[in-house]
């Protein structure tokens, strides 16, 4: 179905694919400690299954003298750290995002669990206004234990931080400590923290701020339930107060990551645009008007009962219902909390759709006469096929352009099709399987663009193809959905979103093979890359500084030299410049004496390159030439000939290259860079002329999902 509640949303530093959140839900499944159990990494990595939603742990301790719940988790001590990291690592492996909340209880603590934790824990809170069934009434915070509160949290936030999370959200809500201060049920102070309104808001806004300051603004959220009347709060009119607020934050923080509001009412207008998150027992009808008006919706009953909620609010699928007896069963047991069963994909088989129609970028015989060619790609709606034996299907959430995309429009690639869909580079998610117990279900993954080349270390085993505008393969990537062989998919690396997996395999793999198989680069070794604004050069340029080598590259352009020099370069050259070799030469002979010459040279433009850098590429050195854009022959003189020198040749690369490739992209965490990310199939022209005109720094990539009539003017947005 078509919603904005299904659609992707950038918050913060994560890309969502969706807008549906698990709200933070207190489940008491740590130990004494305050230690998570072990099943709580199961618990989230359920609920991450989904890839690129948002989760928001339960309310977590800043302190232990911030605490008073038995059973809660902490986020002070070591321990506390390495089994929060062991969660987040499982919710990044599924590609999601999580959100830890940061809490301090105040008059909300069990003030017999403080006294048993450590006798000189004191019961504090805004005021000494007894809460309804305690034994006694809380002390009133000193000033300087404000701002000692104000340190813990700044601290808590750093350790959530180094714990993995994506960001922090601010527990001002369910009468906890910041919403005792801010509401005036439970605000007496004649101070500086009480009475009117921007006073009693003032620890809120200190917290904020030195949150901010602590990890970044795009990190920091918030949450606030101005109507809740849980732990005696509930205010006459709150409207003043939270409007306040959030008034305030808008202009002191705009860049906060989100705001989360709790039956919101009017006051959604004044965090507008900004990301917001909306709660209150929401149904799927609900949901779904609440996101038509651009906000993001926070399930927490319904998530416990239902781990893959995402998918059956898009399906319409049917519900389970949640036991609110197993809601708060301490210790670390599974009923009630990872026990629950995942929704079979899409439909039974007799209810399957024999075909589905998918939009895809097709290429198509230009109408106009032009010299030289220059076909026409035309966005069109394809039948997809039923799934045949081994094949699964994928929905496509990103793809990234090659210039092979336009050499296909130019006519200069063997074996064109028309009609075909162009597109190397894709990713997604698998949405369906012939098998329909297949493990790569919900899945993210990416497509492997080489086909006829298994592991060779000298060349394809059978023919090769590449995916994209030609008979064989007949299959490209620049589509909504895409029937693919199950081998033909590989899983998207943990760190990496679906942006940044599609800008890998064809540029990954060539420059892997250039780099490491025929070059054989190694630490230590001195490396030339020329043209460093394509994808290929970027890729391998980040491949072999993780592996230890000193490179340096070339470009018309000296913006683009700069942008390399920041990511590692140790030196550059603007080929313009008739003596930008002898310039690289100098360079090198003056950065590293010992080793005044190149090793290895990785070239996409043929032409004169090894004159022009022969004497400056040590006797046995290799020059391995992935591309010839600047022209379609090479000169190899007698004078290499006497220095040993070799010219590689290099196409691409084998299914065992990606796989080493990629297994090396995750263990050093390597993110490809993106030029350009354009919204939506519909501006796939843009990324044509982008490539025409060579002005990318990196891979210009296509959110699929993202074209949109009410995103704003711009045709893209810029990495750089």
Same mark, same amino acid.
């Given at each position: ?34 230690v ?8 989230? !990595? ?20 911030a ?14 750290? =390495?089994? +929060?990291?062991v ?9 999601s ?8 209880l105040?008059? *909300?603590?069990?003030?017999?669990e403080?006294?048993? @934790? ?6 504090v809170? *805004? ?15 000193? $000033? ?10 700044? @601290? *808590? ?7 993995? %999370?994506?960001?922090?959200?601010? @527990? ?31 620890f809120?806004?200190?917290v904020?701020?030195a ?11 918030i ?14 009119d709150?409207l ?15 860049g ?12 959604? !207008? ?5 990301p ?13 008007? =609440? ?6 919706? !926070? ?11 995402p ?28 026990d ?9 088989? /007799?209810?399957? #759709? ?37 094949? #699964? ?7 990234? %352009? ?12 063997p ?73 033909e ?5 943990? /760190?990496?979103s ?18 490491f ?44 030299i700069?942008?390399?020099?920041? @990511?590692? !370069? ?9 003596? +930008?070799?002898?310039q ?12 005044p010459?190149?090793d ?22 290799? $020059?391995?030439?992935y ?13 290499? #000939? ?15 290259d990606?796989?080493?490739?990629? *297994?090396?992209?995750?263990? /050093? ?21 982008m ?15 993202a074209?949109?009539?009410k ?5 893209? /947005?810029?990495?750089?």
């Amino acid at each position: 179905m078509t919603s904005q509640l299904f659609e992707p949303l950038k918050v913060g530093t994560a890309a969502l694919q969706h807008r549906i959140v698990l709200a933070p839900l207190t489940r008491l499944k740590a130990t004494p400690e305050h230690v998570p159990y072990p099943v709580v990494s199961e618990y989230y !990595a359920q609920r991450a299954c989904r890839p690129g939603t948002l989760l928001i742990t339960e309310s977590t301790l800043i302190s232990e003298r911030a605490g008073g719940l038995p059973y809660s988790p902490g986020i002070w001590s070591s321990a506390q750290i =390495a089994a +929060w990291k062991v969660v987040t690592e499982a919710v990044h492996a599924k590609g999601s995002f999580i959100f830890m909340q940061l809490s301090a209880l105040g008059r *909300a603590a069990d003030s017999g669990e403080l006294t048993r @934790q450590d006798p000189s824990f004191p019961y504090v809170s *805004a005021s000494d206004i007894q809460l309804t069934g305690c034994a006694k009434p809380p002390r009133p915070l000193t $000033v300087p234990e404000i701002k000692e509160y104000v340190a813990l949290y700044a @601290q *808590a936030a750093k350790n959530a931080i180094s714990a993995g %999370f994506d960001g922090v959200e601010i @527990q001002n809500a369910n009468g906890y400590l910041l919403d005792q201060f801010l509401q005036d049920v439970s605000n007496k102070r004649k101070d500086a923290y009480g009475g009117n309104v921007p006073n009693r808001a003032r620890f809120t806004l200190e917290v904020v701020t030195a949150i901010v300051a602590a990890i970044g603004a795009e990190r920091t959220a918030i949450r606030l339930s101005p109507w809740n009347t849980c732990n005696d709060m509930g205010m006459p009119d709150p409207l003043s107060t939270f409007s306040y607020l959030i008034s305030i934050l808008a202009v002191r923080h705009p860049g906060l990551a989100y705001l989360h509001l709790v039956e919101p009412s009017t006051l959604c !207008a004044l965090w507008a645009p900004r990301p917001l998150i909306r709660a209150g027992g929401f149904s799927r009808a609900g949901a779904l008007a =609440a996101a038509e008006g651009g906000s993001l919706v !926070a399930f927490g009953r319904l998530f416990i009962s239902n781990p893959d909620l995402p998918t059956r609010l898009e399906q319409d699928a049917p519900l389970a219902a949640y036991d609110p007896k197993t809601f708060y069963l301490p210790a670390g047991g599974s009923t009630g909390y990872t026990d629950q069963g995942l929704l079979p994909l899409l439909l039974p088989d /007799h209810k399957r #759709v024999a075909q589905i129609l998918s939009k895809s970028v097709i290429l198509q015989k230009s109408l106009m006469a032009r010299t030289p060619p220059y076909d026409d790609a035309v966005l069109r709606e394809i039948t997809i096929p039923r799934l045949k034996h081994g094949e #699964v299907l994928v929905k496509m959430a990103a793809v990234a %352009f090659n210039h092979r995309d336009v050499w296909v429009r130019k006519r200069m690639y063997p074996g064109i099709a028309l009609g075909s869909t162009f597109g190397s580079d894709g990713a997604g998610t698998v949405v369906d399987a012939a098998n329909r117990n297949d493990p790569l279900l919900n899945q993210r993954v990416f497509l492997t663009p080489m086909r006829g080349w298994e592991s060779h270390p000298d060349g394809p085993e059978t023919e090769l193809g590449c995916l994209g505008g030609c008979s064989f393969p007949s299959l490209g990537t620049f589509s909504e959905y895409v029937t693919v062989d199950r081998e033909e998919v590989m899983l998207t690396p943990g /760190h990496l979103s679906h942006v940044q997996i599609a800008a890998w395999p064809t540029g990954g793999v060539t420059a892997w093979r250039a780099a490491f198989v025929l070059a054989k680069i190694e630490s230590g070794h001195n490396v030339l890359i020329t043209g460093i604004g394509g994808g290929v050069a970027n890729i391998a340029m980040q491949l072999c500084i993780a592996r230890g080598a000193s490179v340096y590259i070339t470009s018309g352009s000296a913006a683009k030299i700069e942008k390399a020099l920041a @990511q590692g !370069a140790q030196g550059g050259a603007n080929y313009n410049d008739d003596k +930008w070799a002898s310039q690289l030469g100098q360079l090198l002979r003056r950065q590293n004496p010992h080793r005044p010459e190149f090793d290895a040279v990785l070239d996409s433009g043929g032409g004169e390159i090894m004159r022009e850098l022969s004497l400056y590429l040590k006797h046995g050195g290799r $020059v391995v030439c992935y591309g010839m854009t600047a022209s379609s022959n090479i000169v190899f003189t007698m004078r290499e #000939v006497l220095r040993n020198q070799q010219l590689l040749g290099s196409t691409g690369g084998s299914r065992q290259d990606l796989k080493d490739a990629t *297994a090396f992209l995750e263990k /050093h965490r390597i993110v490809p860079v993106i030029s350009h990310v354009l919204p939506g199939l519909e501006t796939a022209e843009d990324g044509f002329e982008m490539m025409r005109k060579g002005e990318q720094f990196g891979k210009i990539v296509i959110e699929v999902g993202a074209g949109n009539p009410k995103w704003c003017g711009m045709k893209c /947005h810029s990495l750089w």
